[in-house]
């Protein structure tokens, strides 16, 4: 899983069917401190999440399974909302 | 999933027969402002897009999950077509 942060969300009238209700959200990755590493990607999600949050998120396969048993095409899922995080030793 | 474009077409006659009918388009990934952001990638089209318009792109094995490709030897499928995204984080 990765840390990222929610920074926007995606329309999408058209779509595969089994999408139909699933909140899809553009997640940055971060790096360690905090700063944006990497491409946005869009993500599922199944925390609850909103604009602004940290967040951490699975990719592959997996990210479908909070959606059991439905199995949507996606290949990233917000599961979880970051509280805090910290590291030691990582670059600042 | 990945925001893209489509930039184009592919037409192939001999492949795998689980790829028979089925649409296959070049795209290249956008960042969310809709800037081109990378190379490019082949994607089966499960939602009949176009060329032109951004759209969603799954990859990996959660490709075979798209409408229609169970079982089908892909790792890259367009699953929608995206009306607008709205970056306000």
Known sequence: ?92 | MLLAKIVGTVVATRKDPRLESQKLLVVRPVDPSGKIDGGFLVAVDTVDAGVGETVLVVSGSSARMASGMKDCPVDAAIVGIVDHVEVTG
């Open chain 1, 1 to 92: 899983m990765q840390v990222g942060r929610v920074i926007g969300d995606v329309v999408a009238t058209r779509k595969d069917e089994a999408l139909t209700g699933v909140t899809l959200l553009v997640v940055q990755p971060l790096d360690p401190g905090r700063q944006p590493v990497g491409r946005a990607i869009v993500a599922a999600d199944a925390a609850g999440a909103g604009v602004g949050e940290e967040v951490f998120f699975v990719r592959g396969r997996e990210a479908s399974f909070p959606f059991y048993p439905a199995e949507p095409p996606i290949d990233a899922a917000i599961v979880g909302i970051v509280d805090d995080w910290s590291t030691e030793g990582a670059r600042p």
